[in-house]
């Protein structure tokens, strides 16, 4: 918040019942849902630390992004103002260049950083003089220097007004022409406050607009046509005004209720989202200084989308903020924006040299100030760039050498028809294992196994059958492979890899679906003369199925042992289609999910092969005790059987 303020419309937000609440994206555990963990505290000394005036020399790095790697940080500086009181004799730069050095020396994949682009929120100074400019000019020096991809916005320290309002200290200095070798920068509107940056991270452009403290009608119909005019990148909104944090009833550092909901819009605030934010759909972020504490809310746009509007100030901390930064880690591997905010300057002192605030400010753990905001990046910008799906690929391209059965779903079968007694399920290797034989429970309905038309977005054909068995009472359809099929008298002595592609419903549950198989073989572990620890003689001799905590299971017999040798994967989540694997080298079998290896494999235990009985495989069904115990729900995509170890980019998702 603004010490002495011009602001036309009144500085507080607006405090009331009308907020709304964070909704996490299910998915993974873990996968952004929870706030980060602590970060190092430094004790508190009573030591002061002298600050220099002035400028200070650039970093030893260089810029050097990577635009290609799916992690990447937008770094955030708000307002310096305290650092830049020229009219007062006050100039403090040291800690906003020691940020600048941070910067450059953090970006690149190399860093962990990888910083692609800086925003700064406005209120460069606190007075909009020239004299505090000639200062802040030399400061950014530092940016333009190292070639940093970087932009401005004037807040209500730096101009007074609209943007309307001519030529300023502030045009003068951080205007558009700062930016004319700059390769982000991508336009102004006609009065020059209002900026547009593109820049690439993550493999794709990203739209970053930096607007007026004051925007008026003709500025925002600027920036209604700039995105207009690239429709298909996602947009990031910075300015210096939006939401402020509603803390009169907390203590701060912030304590009570949601931090995930702890802000209001102010009354300008809600002329932007009304004027820009709210009818496009490509705003999915904004920033604003202005407003301290810090504070965030989650809002719905017109097209029922999340809206992430968060405020970030520190002016009011110690040294005037000293220059700290926010750092959005976007991760699109882990479909997660992670935040934290440090003070490089603080960081760059020797510990037992920094004074007692100095300690406790070096990096904020507050949950305003340090958290995870999880994003499906895929799904929430679907509406203006979809993700073109991954083309399907013909299965001969899926017969390398080894292939002994390759199964598939895409035979143009309609969506949600039956799978009938007529419709075998071909054997694509050409080798004569095709699942031939239909099995139906007694009273199952006419539609206990169907196509579908639903699939892994790796997954070579595009299709899948829908299983919808269970056990009490024991009802569904499932699949044999044919009495003579060469699959059933295979041992695989040298290794084997069996993938399979599955999708396991919402509506799953373990009182009805423990313990299901997508592929087993018959026989039991008793006929075969097996043994020993762990031995069950009513089971199968080898089955990939899924316990009742949906925990991918393979439980085989080796040739060389009398008892069985266990791998096993964790909980799946539902509703999401998952690549499984167990690729044995001839002597250990490993499991693979979406090709990383899971931490229950049996490395100390030799497993050489698959005893047989020649007797079926099946597909869906779960033999035990010489009669049929569980069948498969869910979905099942592409399966493919290899007599070797494969890896992983020989795998069906490989690209």
């Not at 873990?30 to 970060?39: I, K």
């Not at 493999?203 to 925002?220: H, K, P």
């Not at 040294?319 to 924006?337: C, E, P, Q, S, T």
Request: hydrophobic residues 35%.
């Amino acid at each position: 918040m603004s010490r002495h303020s011009d602001d036309p419309t009144p500085t507080q937000p607006p405090k009331g019942p009308n907020r709304r609440a964070f909704l996490r994206n299910a998915g993974l555990a873990g996968a952004g849902a929870a706030a980060l963990g602590p970060l190092t505290a430094t004790s508190a000394f009573a030591s002061s630390t002298t600050t220099p005036q002035g400028t200070t020399p650039s970093g030893s790095g260089f810029w050097n992004p990577d635009t290609e790697a799916l992690q990447f940080t937008l770094a955030v500086m708000p307002d310096t103002q305290f650092l830049y009181w020229g009219s007062q004799g006050s100039i403090n730069a040291a800690p906003q260049e020691a940020s600048f050095r941070y910067v450059v020396d953090n970006s690149g994949d190399a860093s962990g950083d990888n910083i692609v682009f800086l925003a700064h929120l406005g209120d460069l100074t606190e007075d909009g003089a020239a004299s505090s400019f000639q200062y802040v000019n030399k400061a950014f020096d530092v940016l333009d220097s190292n070639r940093v991809a970087y932009s401005v916005l004037a807040g209500n320290h730096d101009v007074s007004g609209y943007d309307t309002r001519g030529a300023t200290p502030y045009l003068d200095t951080m205007g558009p022409q700062r930016f004319a070798n700059s390769p982000t920068f991508a336009g102004a509107d006609s009065t020059g406050y209002n900026t547009a940056h593109i820049f690439r991270a993550a493999g794709r452009e990203w739209l970053l607009l930096a607007m007026d403290w004051r925007t008026s009608a003709g500025g925002f119909a600027w920036a209604n046509e700039f995105i207009a005019a690239h429709p298909t990148l996602p947009v990031i909104l910075t300015t210096h005004e939006i939401a402020g944090s509603v803390y009169d009833d907390n203590v701060y550092p912030y304590q009570a209720g949601d931090p995930d909901d702890n802000a209001e819009l102010s009354s300008y605030g809600q002329t932007v989202w009304d004027s820009l934010i709210d009818a496009n759909d490509q705003i999915f972020l904004t920033l604003n200084g202005h407003y301290w504490p810090s504070g965030r809310l989650t809002l719905k746009n017109a097209a029922g989308h999340d809206v992430y509007v968060h405020a970030t100030n520190y002016q009011n901390m110690y040294f005037g903020g000293a220059g700290k930064i926010r750092l959005y880690h976007f991760d699109l591997v882990r479909n997660a924006i992670d935040v934290e905010t440090i003070s490089p300057w603080i960081l760059d002192q020797q510990p037992e040299q920094r004074n007692y605030l100095a300690a406790q400010e070096a990096a904020l753990t507050t949950p305003v100030d340090y958290f995870s905001t999880a994003i499906d990046f895929d799904q929430r910008f679907a509406g203006f760039a979809p993700v073109p799906s991954r083309a399907g690929r013909p299965a001969k391209e899926l017969l390398i050498p080894g292939t002994l059965a390759y199964w598939r779903f895409d035979a143009g079968h309609a969506n949600g028809s039956p799978v009938t007694a007529s419709q075998p399920i071909k054997d694509w290797s050409g080798n004569g294992n095709d699942f031939s034989t239909l099995v139906t429970v007694p009273g199952s309905a006419d539609n206990a196994l169907t196509w579908s038309n639903q699939y892994h977005p790796d997954q070579p054909g595009h299709g899948s059958v829908y299983f919808t068995g269970g056990q009490n009472p024991l009802h569904g359809a499932y699949l044999t492979t044919g009495p003579n099929a060469p699959l059933n008298t295979e041992v695989f002595a040298k290794g084997f890899t069996i993938e399979a592609f599955v999708n396991i419903p919402l509506s799953w549950n373990s009182d009805d679906n423990s313990w299901m198989a997508v592929l087993s073989r018959w026989g039991e572990s008793g006929q075969a003369g097996k043994s020993g620890g762990n031995t069950d003689p009513d089971e199968p001799i080898a089955t990939f199925s899924f316990s009742g905590d949906r925990e991918p299971q393979w439980n085989a017999y080796p040739l060389n042992l009398s008892y069985p040798t266990t791998n096993w994967g964790q909980g799946l989540p539902e509703a999401t289609w998952w690549h499984v694997a167990v690729v044995n080298d001839g002597k250990h079998t490993v499991m693979y999910i979406e090709g990383c290896p899971t931490v229950d494999n049996p490395s100390l235990i030799e497993s050489i092969g698959i005893t047989q009985l020649a007797l079926p495989w099946a597909l869906g069904g779960y033999e035990y005790s010489g009669a049929i115990n569980q069948i498969f729900y869910g979905y099942v995509g592409d399966i493919r059987v290899v007599n070797r170890p494969l890896s992983v980019d020989e795998f069906m998702i490989a690209s």
